[in-house]
Nanobody
Framework: EVQLQASGGGLVQAGGSTRLSCATSGFTFDDYAIAWYRQAPGKEREEVSCIENNDGNKMYADSVKGRFTISSDNAKKTVYLQMNSLKPEDTAAYYC????????????????????????WGQGTQVTVSS
């Protein structure tokens, strides 16, 4: 059974840092891409960052580039999202997702869009950034 367990986050002051974890099981970790998404109340889901474990390729949304870092621990089958210089607009529920091979993201007009490829999803973890 495929499982993704997101954790971390919480309440952070603007300018602060936090780290999210996505622990996985039930699939061949090295053959999958793991992505982070976020969704704020009243807004559509946004692609945040993704790592392709088969070649180490990483992707970042323009809004988080230079502030967030995605990494992967293959031994622990866990992907991390280090979030620095947090802003109130980073407040959202963050979700991790997995799909085979590549991230399945297309960059268009300043942001990434996910293809219709089937993904496995974890539950969300809330990040709230206070000003």
């Amino acid at each position: 059974e495929v499982q993704l367990q997101a954790s971390g986050g919480g309440l952070v002051q603007a300018g602060g840092s936090t780290r999210l974890s996505c622990a996985t099981s039930g699939f061949t970790f090295d053959d999958y891409a793991i992505a982070w998404y976020r969704q704020a109340p009243g807004k559509e889901r946004e692609e945040v960052s993704c790592i392709e474990n088969n070649d180490g390729n990483k992707m970042y949304a323009d809004s988080v580039k230079g502030r967030f870092t995605i990494s992967s621990d293959n031994a622990k089958k866990t992907v991390y999202l280090q979030m620095n210089s947090l802003k109130p607009e980073d407040t959202a529920a963050y979700y991790c997702a997995a799909l085979p091979d590549n991230c399945g993201w297309v960059y268009y007009s300043g942001r990434f869009y996910s293809t219709d490829a089937e993904r496995y999803w974890g539950q969300g973890t809330q990040v709230t950034v206070s000003s």
